[in-house]
Nanobody
Framework: QVQLVESGGGSAQTGGSLTLVCEAT?????MSWFRQSPGKEREGVAG????????YLADSVLGRFTVSLGNRKRRLTLQLNSLKPEDTAMYYC??????????????????????WGRGTQVTVSS
């Protein structure tokens, strides 16, 4: 089973930047970042299919966030730029070794992932 540890959350002002890092204990081809704020459902923010490096981004963060792999494809980094107050949420890293080429359809579906990190808080003030 893969274990995930997130780091890098914190506070920023509107327009600022933060970098979130997720370290996995083993390689999995499909990894994603989700976020959840109080009273809202968990939503997919960004994902990546490691064999080809295909990134996936939610429309709400397109042009502002980027996702990338590192450390032998076991590190998933989410770069958050041009932050908005609505980006405030707990951010979670997720992975599942069962997901392979179906990543392109499942990267943003919380129920498709069995391994989750504990989350890291991002707070954006106006």
């Amino acid at each position: 089973q893969v274990q995930l540890v997130e780091s890098g959350g914190g506070s920023a002002q509107t327009g600022g930047s933060l970098t979130l890092v997720c370290e996995a204990t083993r390689y999995t081809p499909c990894m994603s970042w989700f976020r959840q704020s109080p009273g809202k459902e968990r939503e997919g923010v960004a994902g990546i299919y490691s064999p080809f490096g295909n990134p996936y981004l939610a429309d709400s963060v397109l042009g502002r966030f980027t996702v990338s792999l590192g450390n032998r494809k076991r590190r998933l980094t989410l770069q958050l730029n041009s932050l908005k107050p609505e980006d405030t949420a707990m951010y979670y890293c997720a992975a599942d070794p069962r997901l392979d080429d179906t990543c392109y359809t499942e990267w943003n579906t919380p129920g498709s992932f069995r391994a989750w990190g504990r989350g890291t808080q991002v707070t954006v003030s106006s």
